[in-house]
């Protein structure tokens, strides 16, 4: 698991400013330099993020290497389908997400092995309903938690791991409505991951819903966030490796990753929770360590 402790000390949190990509002009949405990013589906969060993340990635490859990439950034929501074609159909160059992700088992694609969230995606916390709280403050087991009901999102990742450890689930509809069923009883639990938990119940749950987060259980499970790239874009997959190495080497990745998450382990008490650990048989042979 990650190690918060040694993290948190060490960081120095600076301040940095977004970086950009230029502004394209029509002649430039073609051509070996333009790279396209889809960053969708996911937490507005998670979008600044990764967004920042690859700038950084692009303006480092661009000055030390001499080139002159470009890129655009797309949010669009793609159905399942699209997601799962997200090269071969949709000619996307680069995307983040988790390692593993079952929807491109048949998709030709490249990895960049080199996690990004720091095992916080891993690390789930719960929104359940407010007149369920003592129910899970009494769990003190697996077993516990698995006689519940977990509510995912059609096409999400964690529906295979959560049945791969033997767990209740219940797959349907979309993120935009989870939050809705989930008050309908519809189900237990919707768990999201420690770094976007907050901004989702902050943007998507009024007073009057009567959800909570969870305060007292964890679960975690091997969840890392990487990069997948294009087949046709081997070149720019390896400068993104090799750029990308460079900033976990010079802690810049960390840097980054501090200012927008350094505060979590505190605000949502991550050192008093009791932690139930899942296995994750998804996992890239490249990331299984």
Same mark, same amino acid.
């Given at each position: 698991?990650?190690?918060?402790?040694?993290?948190?000390?060490?960081?120095?949190?600076?301040?940095?400013?977004?970086?950009?990509?230029?502004?394209?002009? @029509?002649?430039?949405?073609?051509?070996?330099?333009?790279?396209?990013?889809?960053?969708?589906?996911?937490?507005?969060?998670? !979008?600044?993020?990764?967004?920042?993340?690859?700038?950084?990635?692009?303006? !480092?490859? /661009?000055?030390?290497? /001499?080139?002159?990439?470009?890129?655009?950034?797309?949010?669009?929501?793609?159905?399942?389908?699209?997601?799962?074609? =997200?090269?071969? !159909?949709?000619?996307?160059?680069?995307? *983040?997400?988790?390692?593993?992700?079952?929807?491109?088992?048949?998709?030709?694609?490249?990895? =960049?092995?080199?996690?990004?969230?720091?095992?916080?995606?891993?690390?789930?916390?719960? =929104?359940?309903? %407010?007149?369920?709280?003592?129910?899970?403050?009494?769990?003190?087991?697996?077993?516990?938690?698995?006689?519940?009901?977990?509510?995912?999102?059609?096409?999400?990742?964690?529906?295979?791991?959560?049945?791969? /450890? /033997?767990?209740?689930?219940? &797959?349907?509809?979309?993120?935009?409505?989870?939050?809705?069923?989930?008050?309908?009883?519809?189900?237990?639990?919707?768990?999201?991951?420690?770094?976007?938990? %907050?901004?989702?119940?902050? !943007?998507?749950?009024?007073?009057?819903?009567?959800?909570?987060?969870?305060?007292?259980?964890?679960?975690?499970?091997?969840?890392?966030? *990487?990069?997948?790239?294009?087949?046709?874009? @081997? &070149?720019?997959?390896?400068?993104?490796? @090799?750029?990308?190495?460079?900033?976990?080497?010079? %802690?810049?990745?960390?840097?980054?990753?501090?200012?927008?998450? @350094?505060?979590?382990? %505190?605000?949502?008490?991550?050192?008093?929770?009791?932690?139930?650990?899942?296995?994750?048989?998804?996992?890239?042979?490249?990331?299984?360590?």
């Amino acid at each position: 698991m990650f190690q918060f402790n040694r993290f948190f000390k060490t960081l120095l949190v600076t301040s940095m400013s977004m970086i950009f990509s230029p502004q394209l002009t @029509a002649a430039d949405t073609t051509g070996r330099n333009i790279i396209s990013f889809w960053n969708g589906n996911k937490s507005e969060i998670r !979008q600044s993020y990764e967004s920042e993340v690859f700038a950084t990635v692009i303006k !480092q490859i /661009n000055q030390s290497l /001499n080139k002159s990439y470009r890129w655009h950034e797309n949010r669009d929501t793609l159905s399942i389908a699209e997601e799962s074609s =997200i090269f071969s !159909q949709q000619e996307y160059d680069v995307f *983040v997400s988790v390692a593993g992700n079952p929807k491109l088992d048949q998709e030709n694609k490249i990895l =960049i092995p080199i996690p990004l969230m720091q095992g916080l995606l891993g690390t789930r916390l719960m =929104i359940i309903n %407010e007149r369920d709280r003592v129910k899970f403050a009494t769990i003190k087991t697996k077993a516990q938690l698995q006689a519940l009901y977990s509510g995912i999102p059609a096409g999400w990742a964690d529906a295979k791991l959560f049945r791969a /450890n /033997n767990f209740n689930v219940n &797959e349907t509809g979309t993120f935009d409505d989870i939050l809705l069923r989930l008050k309908r009883k519809q189900f237990d639990y919707f768990a999201l991951g420690a770094n976007e938990i %907050e901004s989702v119940y902050e !943007q998507r749950v009024t007073a009057k819903e009567n959800l909570i987060i969870e305060p007292t259980l964890a679960l975690y499970y091997p969840f890392p966030v *990487v990069f997948y790239v294009n087949p046709n874009r @081997a &070149e720019l997959a390896q400068q993104l490796r @090799a750029s990308l190495h460079q900033l976990v080497q010079n %802690e810049t990745l960390n840097k980054i990753f501090a200012r927008y998450f @350094a505060q979590i382990q %505190e605000r949502l008490n991550l050192t008093e929770r009791k932690f139930i650990h899942l296995e994750n048989p998804l996992l890239p042979k490249a990331l299984a360590n």
